[in-house]
C-alpha cells in the first residue's frame, strides 16, 4: 500500500512544476503574445489576414453623403441669412483596393489605393434622382476668385455666366452634383481654358473620386521596426507637400489613415496624412470601449485640429483663416475658396451657427471617432465626417453674387465608415483577443494547481508524520492489543 508520505512527494512535484510552468508563462506569455502580434501586423504576403486586411479592405465600407439643400436663394441674394434643410443620407457602398504594389529593399511598400463607389437605394433616404439646391461653385465661387481682377475682367466673367445661363444657385439631381452634369460653361472652359478645371470631363462635386486613386504611398512594412509599419514615407515621391505656409503643416506625418503601429498606449497619438484634406492630422485618445466584443480606445479630433492661427498659434501655418473651426483648402483646390469643417459647424466658433440657420451639431451625429485595437493598431470601427463649405460674398461687377452677405455656407458633409464584420471579425477576434487571453488565464490556472498541490502535499505529509508519531508514543497499548487478538485465536 502506497504511503501518504509518498503521495505527498508526489502532490509536491507536480505542484513545483505546476507552480514553475504558471509563473514562466507570466513572464514569457506576454513576450510570446508580443511575438506573434508583431508577426501578424507587419505587411508581409505571408501574413494572411493582415495582408488581405490592408491590400483588400475587405470589410463593409460607405459613404453617406447629406445634402444642405437652399430653401430662401432669392432671399440670400438680397443679403439675408441663408436657411437650409438638410437632405440624406444618400448612402454609397465603397469599394477599396491596392495595386502597382512594391516591396523595396529599405522596408518599405509602395502602392496606389483604388476606389469605386455603389448607390445603396436601401440604405438611403431616397434616390439619386432627388433634386436639391446648393450654391453653384462654377459662379459664387469664380466670383470670389476674380474679386481682385479689374473691373473690366468681372464684367466680362458676369456676361459669360449669363451667356452660358448659368445662375449663382444650383437645383439638380442628387447623382448629377455627386458625380457629373452637363454643362457648356465647363465644355466652353475644358476646351478654350484647359487645365482651368479640377476635371476634364462633367463638373461634379465627387467626380475626381469615382474610379480613383489617392496618389503613391510609400509606407514602412515594419520589418526592422515594428514601430514604424504603415507610417508613410513618401506620398507621390515627396516628403513634405508645398499647400501651407510652414515647414511644420506641410510635414507628411503619421500613416495612410488605415492602419497604425501596435502596441498604443492611452498617451498614444493618431497621426494620418490625408491626401482629400491636403495635409496631416491627428486624432487624441478619449475613452476605453468594447467594439463588437473586442477591446478597443476610442480616438476622437481635438479641438484645436481646425483651430485659426490665434486660437492655436501651431495652425498659424494653415491660414489666412477666418473662425476656428474651418480649414481653408484654397491652395490646394485651384484657389476655389473652399473650407473643410466637422458637420454643422461641430466643435468650430459657435458665430458661425449665427450665419446660417438649419445647423444643429453634436458629437453623437457629427463627431469623427476611430476604435482601434490598441495592441495590434488595427481600426475596428471607424467614422469620418467632414463637410464641405463655400466662401460667398458679394463681388462688384458680378451681378450673379447680388448683395449676398459674406458666409461660409455649407454645402454638404459626408460620412466615410467602416467595421470588422463577418469571418475577418471572427478570425480577428480569436487570432488576436481570445487565445491571448486564454493563454494569460492559463498562467493563473497553472499557479493556482501548483499551489494547491502543493498545500495538499503538505498536508498529508504532516497528517501522516503524526500518525507515526502517535504509534511511538503509544507501543504498549499496541502489544497488548496484540496479544489479546492472539488469546482470543487460540481459544478459538
Known sequence: MVSQTTVSIVFLVLGGMALLFGTVLVFVGPIIIDDQIVKNVEINPKNDLSYTMWKDIPVPFFMSVYFFHIVNPDEILKGERPMVIQRGPYVYRENRWKDNITFHENHTVSYKEYRQYFFEESMSVGDESDVVTIPNMLVLGASVMMENMPFPVRLLLSTTFKTFNEGPFLTKPVGELMWGYDSKLVDFLNKYLPGMLPSSGKFGLFADFNNSNTGLFTIFTGRDDIRKVHMVDSWNGLKNVDYWRSDQCNMINGTAGQMWPPFMTKETTMPFYSPDACRSMELVYQRPLVSSGIPVYRYVSPKTLFANGADFPPNEGFCPCRQSGLLNVSSCRHGSPTFISQPHFYNADPQLL???????????????????????????????????????????????????????????????????????????????????KVMEYMQYIFIALGLAAILTAVILFLTDKDNVNHSKQHPANETQAEKYNQSNTGKK
Open 354 to 436: 449665427d450665419t446660417v440657420s438649419g445647423l444643429s451639431p453634436s458629437e453623437d451625429e457629427h463627431g469623427l471617432f476611430i476604435d482601434i485595437h490598441p495592441e495590434t493598431g488595427v481600426p475596428v470601427n471607424v467614422s469620418v465626417r467632414l463637410q464641405l463649405n463655400l466662401f460667398l460674398k458679394k463681388v462688384s461687377g458680378i451681378s450673379e453674387t447680388g448683395n449676398i452677405a459674406e458666409v461660409v455656407m455649407p454645402m454638404l458633409w459626408f460620412e466615410e465608415s467602416g467595421y470588422i464584420d463577418g469571418p475577418v471579425l471572427h478570425t480577428f477576434r480569436t487570432n488576436l483577443v481570445v487565445l491571448p
